[in-house]
Every structure is written in structure tokens, then in C-alpha cells.
């Protein structure tokens, strides 16, 4: 593999690149999908092929192929150079890179148990019927349906740079899933339910911890109650909001602000710039003291989790909001260096060997409550007079800047003087981000901190997919606007 | 060199079938080139040009079938995803649902969907129609932003049963946004086509700086229900988005907007779908056509199904739903091959500046943003409005406007229609047109709902 990278390295380096890198990958991917008694499809994907990068008098030029042979790598290694040198006459700014460690020989596996690839398909199938039978043994108004899924990749890759490093890694990730649907034939109403929990960067053990077989008939009891849960009056309420929910919050409104690439403008045209200027650096109040973030690509189980990033930076962990205020950004090494930053955080990646690496969100945390000790979500609840508590999630959406958003979920428990007195229905909240970070009054402890995350977080143009874990206590937000969801069309 | 043509296609795919020990197979390869070159703060950034084909491969084994793919297609990489698709096959549990592979099809052919220039085009010609765009907003204090991408490829099918299907096709679109250096004002405008030479950078740049100038300093109006004139991109993208629900099953089964409730009265009853309903407006027309001039289609569907001419509403009628081959046989019904194109509401006349002549008080929004879906149940949707928002008063536009987050369902939209514009195609805020051509009017419609303010520029 050495061999191949320092074909790609040295016609680089003759043809005047500054800097370049190679990776050479190939991803796996593993789909297992269900209905009800049937496995329907069944479906494994393989990609090799490798992409090289150049920068050549302050030029990016990025070229790919599916062709790993040593002519095909400096053909592709000149176009890289050709199309850097065309990009020229529209570089107003030349891209400079902070400096990074070399790693002659460093490599990295996730952590995992049971590779999901050596696990048999039939025991996958038969255990997602398992999860099946058993949401569909519970009763409601009329049909249940039921979709289950295993989903599971592997990326093994291998980057190489003209800056001397040479680092292989194998990165996985697995996903069981369900989704039941209850219907009323009736009044023509269909209520769902998701499973709780999210992607995970662990193995195949991921399914036996998450316990499907016994999330489902609560879910499916969940599904047939919503049918007759009170549908929501809207208003400013309290939320007290579960890791299994509030990860999505933390990705939206914490997460992409706070990506640099943003904040400078480069994502100006797909997926927008961010309100937390680089004016607020340092003194902006993001949220209340009780909101403690950190950006961390070598969080355990996390999905963005890796040994290196695709700039070839040794990945770490660091605050970007501290005690309320925001402290810094997600880097990769070209926009650190336009902010004067001495190094990178680490969070280039490119989601196959054909795409360019850019900036990708690593796994960013809320911190549990510091010092104290088992602060459940019952404990939030127990101090909310009028209030929802939310579980899984749901519809989201938030605009460009990342002000206003709003989020739905999957269990919406309505809070009376302090206990859960029963389900809710047509629930939506909707908030700008400061305001919601600032009502925030109580966060759960270690205890009670769970992992959410996305599987395909989309970025970039054309888009690309990022795997990315957001971790979190329960927390508790006060007086949050609530909006009700329900339409009539027919 | 990863565009084949029709007979090195059916060569391979011939080859690919030669190694197959299951009872029937299916391969399917996707092919081409992708390039683009991205800009943000008036400055080159990343970019890219890639070369790729994917060899998928379906075996079955009576009703049990196995998918595999690969993009390494040398011989020994050929062989090794065929036993990989039979292994999947062999140790899945069966599939009563599972349809055998379709006899030999006769398929259209699309006669304008590929043009040479623009799978050939390099990475000056996108930088040259960049510069359009960087230079006059470098020269007015404004910021640009954007993407110039062109791709060409070729999809081709064969099974077993000796059906061949081949199609090339290709896309080009240029992008941007132009801010304000303050951030205080900014403007979105696209070009999408098959055809590198129908887009005009320079043009397009042109408009990004004219919505940007007159986006400055919006000022915040009431949220609440609006006259409002959407764009054909926002259009687009509400519409498309709704017509993800319209397969057959779903409906039949009770869990989607097209379910009909059973009736109390009738013992046994199901309900059903909402297919001959009547659910839109009478000017509402919505349906595929592969071979629309300018909207290049595909001759076939994921399945084989060969595309054809299928209206999903008419004249507010829903009137086809999407039916696999299963579920078509369950209900005696002819199967539907899966849309490759999207043509929404056709025949409107009227131009953006009529409809702002004849608006009292409104709303002009040039695209929404973050469209998701709150309830299937009656397709809400909730996006926000972005990038050109504009208060219209007395005929006139009176200034630019804060943007808002919307709640609206597409179904009470499409009876609201007031006015429509002629077709145009679209890229999507999602870049919802990407490989699916979608053609969308600019429409006036009374009564949407805007529920919150944002502060986002």
C-alpha cells in the first residue's frame, strides 16, 4: 500500500504540490431489512478506490478513481494538479495549512466486541422476526406494522501524506432499528413509534445491549396510546428532555454553529453560515453555566470516533462551550490556519475514497453535572409545575444560521406538579438558539448520560454523509415555546 | 474508462451473468464521471473529479434473494460479488413477496439527455464561469459562495430472463449565494440542465447579487397566514417532497395521507386509498413524462419497469399511486414503474411581476430551507424561508422582510393556487433535482402559514 500512496506523493511533489495526501479505501456496508414475518431485503456494498489531494500554490485540486493501479494513481495525481492550477484564476485567498505531527506508521481500530461482518445473516434476520412478533402482539385499533433493520459499516482506510505520515485505520459502526405504525382504520389515523436508540460506534454486542426484543411491545403499547393521548395546548412550557432526544438538539444548534468552515463563510451556499460569529469568541453566552460542551473525536463509542483525522491529525477532545460561553470551534487544518490557530482539532473527513475531505463534525458532548452525584430525569421533573418530557427523536429543522429550530420526538409525557401524568400527542417545540441554552436550569448527572447520533448527517456540496455521536444528560429548559402539530386535510 | 457504451455494457453485464449458479440473477452497473468546483468568501475552495462504475448484482434462489455490490470489475472481482449476492441468498429466509426478474422489455428511448460538452467539461471552464460570479461581487463589496458541477454517466441492466436496458445521461448546475459583507443582506439563484451550454454563470451570479443588494436590513412583520408568491425552487421542493408518499401500498395499508378511513357501517371494511379523489384544486396537475423536453427522464426504473407518460394528479384527481409488482398483483393492478421525472403543474402564464402586480399584501420567497416532515398524517411540513424574503404591499415589493419558519401541508397549498408562472427546472434547496429532473412554476397561493420569526440572513 506504501508503494502505491508514494506514487501518488512523489508525482505530487514533481509537479509542485506544497502539500498532498492520498487515501486508499474500501467500505463495507451491511443492510438487513424487515416487515412484520418477512426479511425483504438483504443487501451488502463494497467500494474501493482511492483519492488523492494536492495544493499547489495555494490551490486545493482533488482527484479519485476506482482504479488502484500505478499508472491510473498518476494519472488521476496530475488531474489533481491540473485542476488546482485551473482553480488559479478564482483563488483569492491562498490556503495555508497549520502545522501537524508526522506519523510514519500509526494505526487505529474502533474498539469492538464482535465484528458485525463475521455475524451470520440468519441470526440477524431471525433475531429482527424476534422484534417483530413482539411489538405485533400487542393490541390496538386495528393493524400494527412493524419495519425492523440492522445497519453496519466498515471503513478501512489508508491515508498517506507528503508530511511523512503513513496511518492505517479501520473504523465500524452498527445501527439496529425499528419503526411500528399502529393504525386506526376507523378514524383514519395512524400513530408510530421508533426505537430509542440511536447508531453507536460498537460492534454487533450493540444489539444484545440495546435489547430490542424488549423495547417493542412498550413502543407498540406507546403507538396504540397516542391514539388517544390529549392532543397538546401550545405555550411556553418547561421541557425536561431525555439523551435519547435531546443529541439531535445538541447537533443542531450546538454542533453546526460551531463548525469554523461555517462561521468563515464557506458553507455560505448549501448549508449556511453560523450566528456564533468570531466576534463572540470568548464572550458570548451560548447557554447558562450548567451548559458544558466539548468537541471530542475520541469519545468511546462515538461514531465520528477515529485515531487520526483525514488530514492526517492525531484527534483529541476540547471545550468548545465552557461554562456557558463559547470557547471555540471544529477546525480541520486550512480554516485554523485562517484564524491563526497553531493546530488543528481534527475534524476533516470524506465520506468514501471519491470524495474530498472537508470540515465533519466530530462527536460533541454536553457534560453531565459536575461534582454531583445521580440527578435522573425524574429528579429534573420532580421541580417542573407544567411541563413535557420528551424521549426519542423526532422532525427537526433549524435555518442557515442556526437561530430558530424546531424539533418533534418520539414520547411526548405530559408533567403536572412534578410527575408524568400521562401521554401527549402533536407535540413540536420551537426556540432560537441562545435563548434555549440560556433557559436551560438543571442537567442530569454521569449516571444518567447516555450516546445518541446520526448515521448520515449530510454536509457539503455535492453532499457527503458524516457518522457523528452527540452524548448527554437528561436536562431541564424552562418556559420553551410549544407549538401543536395537528392538521386536518380530509 | 468508466462511461461504457451500449455493447461493452451488455458485455460485461453478459459476463457477470456467466458466473451465476442461482436460479435467476440480475446485475446492474452505474457508470461515469462526477466533477465540481466549490467557492466560498469569493475564493476557490474544495473541488473534484472522480471516476467510478458499480456493478450491482441480485441473485435469487427460489423466493429467497441476496443483493451485492462492488466496484472492482476485474474478473476475479466479478466472480467474487456474484457468490457473494448467491451467499446472502442462500442463508436469508424466504421472501413471499419476493417478485421474479422481468422478461425481455421494450424501453423508449430518451432522445435528448446526454450531451458530450458536459460529462467533458474541465475544472477552467468551471472556474471561468465562477469568476462571473466572484468578480462583480468582489467589485460591489459582496460576498460569493457556490458550486459549478458537471457529471455525465450510464446505467445498464440485464438479467436471466434476457432483459438489456441501457441509458446515458448527464447534468450540469451552477449555484450560488451572495452576501452582504456586513451579513446583513443575502440572495440565492441556480441553473440546472443536461445541457452545460443552457447555463448561464454569469446570469445567474447576476441575480444571487440583485436578491442580495435588495435583501439588506430586513424588517420583521407579524408571523402568521400570508398571500404568498413561491418561487418555482420552492415550489418545487414542497411538492416533490409530498410526492415521496403517493405509493400504493402505504395507503392501502392506512398509513399515509392517501388512506381513506373504512366506513363504520360496512362490516369488514378497510378503507383504501384515495386513487379518482379529488384532493387538490382543478388547476393541480402533477405527473412524469421521461422524454419532457427538457426534463430528461430515464427509459426504465430501479426495478426494469420501463418509464412511461403517468399523470399522479390531474386536474386536482389524484389519480395514480405508486404500485410495486407485488402489491400490484395483490390488488389486480398494473404495476408502475417508478417516476424518473417530475413535472408539476404546467400551463401557468403568468410571470413573478404579475403576481406581485396584482398581490394587495404579501410575501415573495425566492426558497425554503430545511424542509422536514412534522406529520405524515396530514403531510406538514415545516422549512424556513431563506436567502430573498420580501414584503409586498399595493402591487409593489415594499422591502425586505425577516425570514420565517413556515408549518404548512402541501395538500391545503395545491388548493390555495391563485396564479402560476411557466415551468422551470429546478436544483432544490436539498438539491432535490439532482439526477430526478424536476420542472416547477413560480404559484401564488392565499393562506400560508408562516408560524415564527428567524433572525438568519
Known amino acids: ?490 | 474508462m468508466t462511461m461504457l457504451s451500449r455493447s461493452e455494457a451488455e458485455a460485461l453485464l453478459k459476463k457477470v451473468l456467466s458466473f451465476s449458479k442461482a436460479d435467476e440473477m440480475a446485475a446492474t452497473l452505474n457508470g461515469g464521471r462526477t466533477a465540481n468546483t466549490r467557492f466560498g468568501v469569493n475564493s476557490a475552495n474544495t473541488n473534484g473529479d472522480t471516476d467510478n462504475i458499480t456493478l450491482a448484482v441480485n441473485a435469487h434462489f427460489g423466493q429467497r434473494g441476496g443483493v451485492a455490490t462492488t466496484n472492482t470489475l476485474d474478473e476475479a472481482g466479478l466472480e467474487r460479488v456474484v457468490r457473494a449476492a448467491e451467499e446472502i441468498a442462500k442463508l436469508r429466509p424466504e421472501d413471499p413477496e419476493q417478485m421474479p426478474f422481468l422478461e425481455k422489455q421494450t424501453y423508449q428511448e430518451i432522445k435528448d439527455g446526454f450531451d458530450e460538452a458536459t460529462y467533458n467539461a474541465d475544472a477552467k471552464m468551471r472556474a471561468d464561469g465562477i469568476s462571473k460570479t466572484i468578480e462583480p461581487a468582489k467589485a460591489k463589496g459582496l460576498i460569493a459562495a457556490g458550486i459549478f458541477d458537471n457529471q455525465g454517466g450510464f446505467t445498464a441492466q440485464a438479467n436471466t430472463r434476457g432483459n438489456f436496458g441501457y441509458t446515458i445521461g448527464s447534468q450540469a448546475s451552477y449555484t450560488t449565494t451572495v452576501r452582504t459583507a456586513d451579513g446583513q443582506g443575502s440572495g440565492w439563484a441556480s441553473a440546472m440542465s443536461h445541457r452545460l451550454r443552457d447555463i448561464e454563470a454569469g446570469a445567474v451570479g447576476a441575480r444571487a447579487i440583485e436578491k442580495a443588494e435588495k435583501s439588506q436590513n430586513p424588517v420583521a412583520i407579524e408571523p402568521g397566514k400570508y398571500t404568498v408568491i413561491l418561487e418555482p425552487n420552492a415550489v418545487g421542493d414542497l411538492v416533490s417532497n409530498m410526492m415521496f408518499f403517493f405509493g400504493a401500498r402505504q395507503a392501502d395499508e392506512g398509513r399515509s395521507f392517501l388512506s381513506k378511513r373504512a366506513d363504520p357501517k360496512v362490516p369488514g371494511s378497510k378503507g383504501g386509498n384515495m386513487l379518482g379523489e379529488k384532493l387538490f384544486g382543478e388547476e393541480i396537475n402533477v405527473y412524469t413524462d421521461p422524454n419532457y423536453p427538457g426534463a430528461p427522464g430515464a427509459p426504465f426504473d430501479g426495478a426494469g419497469l420501463p418509464s412511461r407518460r403517468m399523470d399522479f394528479i390531474k386536474n386536482g384527481v389524484v389519480t395514480n399511486l405508486n404500485y410495486s409488482r407485488f402489491w400490484a398483483k395483490k390488488q389486480g393492478k398494473e404495476p408502475t414503474p417508478f417516476p424518473t421525472n417530475l413535472i408539476i403543474m404546467e400551463g401557468g402564464k403568468s410571470s413573478i411581476d404579475d403576481m406581485i402586480a396584482s398581490t394587495e399584501r404579501g410575501i415573495l420567497v425566492t426558497r425554503l430551507w430545511y424542509i422536514r416532515l412534522v406529520d405524515p398524517q396530514s403531510v406538514l411540513y415545516t422549512g424556513l424561508t431563506r436567502d430573498g424574503t420580501f414584503l409586498i404591499e399595493k402591487g409593489r415589493i415594499k422591502s425586505a422582510i425577516k425570514n420565517f419558519r413556515f408549518n404548512e401541508t402541501p395538500v391545503k397549498m395545491l388548493n390555495n393556487v391563485e396564479a402560476m408562472s411557466p415551468l422551470q427546472r429546478i436544483t432544490g434547496s436539498e438539491r432535490v433535482g439532482d439526477g430526478f429532473p424536476v420542472l416547477a412554476p413560480a404559484i401564488k397561493v392565499r393562506e400560508f402559514e408562516f408560524t415564527s420569526l428567524s433572525d438568519a440572513i
Not at chain 1, 424476534?130 to 411489538?135: C, F, G, I, Q, R
Not at chain 1, 426484543?213 to 396510546?225: G, H, L, S
Not at chain 1, 488530514?311 to 484564524?339: C, H, P
Request: aromatic share 10%; charged share 25%; proline share 4%.
Open chain 1, 1 to 490: 500500500m506504501k508503494d502505491m500512496a508514494d506514487v501518488a506523493l512523489n508525482v505530487a511533489r514533481q509537479r509542485g504540490a506544497s502539500y498532498a495526501d492520498i487515501r486508499i479505501s474500501r467500505t463495507m456496508n451491511q443492510f438487513v431489512n424487515t416487515r412484520e414475518k418477512i426479511v425483504q431485503n438483504v443487501t451488502n456494498t463494497e467500494t474501493y478506490g482511492f483519492g488523492v489531494r494536492v495544493l499547489v500554490d495555494g490551490a486545493w485540486g482533488f482527484s479519485a478513481s476506482s482504479k488502484l493501479e500505478k499508472p491510473e494513481i498518476e494519472k488521476v495525481t496530475e488531474r489533481a494538479v491540473s485542476i488546482a492550477k485551473a482553480n488559479k484564476v478564482i483563488q483569492s485567498r491562498r490556503v495555508e495549512l497549520v502545522p501537524v505531527e508526522k506519523y510514519p506508521d500509526a494505526k487505529y481500530s474502533t474498539p469492538v466486541k464482535q465484528d458485525p461482518f463475521t455475524i451470520s445473516l440468519s441470526e440477524k434476520a431471525d433475531y429482527l422476526l424476534k422484534v417483530n412478533a413482539e411489538a405485533m402482539k400487542i393490541k390496538g385499533p386495528g393493524p400494527m406494522f412493524v419495519n425492523s433493520g440492522m445497519f453496519f459499516t466498515k471503513e478501512e482506510k489508508f491515508f498517506a501524506s507528503t508530511e511523512g505520515s503513513y496511518i492505517t485505520q479501520t473504523l465500524i459502526r452498527s445501527w439496529p432499528n425499528f419503526n411500528i405504525t399502529s393504525v386506526n382504520p376507523i378514524t383514519g389515523t395512524f400513530e408510530q413509534r421508533s426505537n430509542l436508540g440511536s447508531p453507536i460506534g460498537k460492534g454487533y454486542e450493540v444489539v444484545a445491549e440495546y435489547d430490542l426484543i424488549n423495547e417493542a411491545p412498550r413502543a407498540a403499547e406507546e403507538a396504540v396510546k397516542k391514539h388517544t393521548a390529549k392532543s397538546v395546548e401550545p405555550g411556553r412550557k418547561d421541557l425536561v428532555l431525555h439523551p435519547t432526544h435531546l443529541w439531535l438538539t445538541i447537533h443542531e444548534s450546538i454542533g453546526h454553529p460551531t463548525e469554523l468552515d461555517r462561521v468563515l463563510g464557506y458553507e455560505a451556499n448549501f448549508a449556511g453560515t453560523s450566528f456564533a460569529t468570531r466576534d463572540k469568541l470568548g464572550n458570548f453566552q451560548y447557554g447558562s453555566k450548567f451548559v458544558n460542551v466539548k468537541g471530542d473525536k475520541t469519545q468511546m463509542n462515538g461514531l465520528a470516533t477515529a485515531g487520526w483525522d483525514d488530514d492526517g491529525v492525531k484527534t483529541t477532545e476540547w471545550d468548545i462551550i465552557k461554562d456557558g460561553v463559547l470557547v471555540s470551534y471544529q477546525t480541520v487544518r486550512d480554516n485554523a490556519a485562517v484564524i491563526g490557530l497553531k493546530r488543528s482539532h481534527g475534524a476533516a473527513y470524506a465520506d468514501s475514497w471519491g470524495s474530498v475531505a472537508f470540515q465533519r463534525m466530530p462527536n460533541v458532548s454536553l457534560q453531565p453535572a459536575q461534582g454531583k452525584q445521580n440527578i435522573s430525569a425524574d429528579d429534573l421533573i420532580a421541580d417542573v409545575k407544567d411541563g413535557i418530557y420528551i424521549e426519542g427523536d423526532g422532525s427537526f429543522s433549524i435555518d442557515q444560521q442556526r437561530y430558530n429550530f424546531q424539533f418533534g420526538g418520539q414520547v411526548f409525557w405530559e408533567i403536572k406538579n412534578g410527575k408524568k401524568v400521562g401521554l401527549l400527542r402533536d407535540v413540536a417545540y420551537q426556540s432560537r438558539t441562545p435563548d434555549f441554552w440560556n433557559a436551560c436550569d438543571g442537567v442530569g448527572s454521569k449516571e444518567h448520560y447516555g450516546l445518541g447520533g446520526s448515521y448520515f448527517d449530510g454536509k457539503g456540496e455535492p453532499g457527503q454523509i458524516n457518522a457523528v455521536s452527540h452524548g448527554c444528560p437528561p436536562a431541564r429548559f424552562r418556559q420553551i415555546n410549544v407549538i401543536n402539530t395537528g392538521r386536518k386535510i380530509k
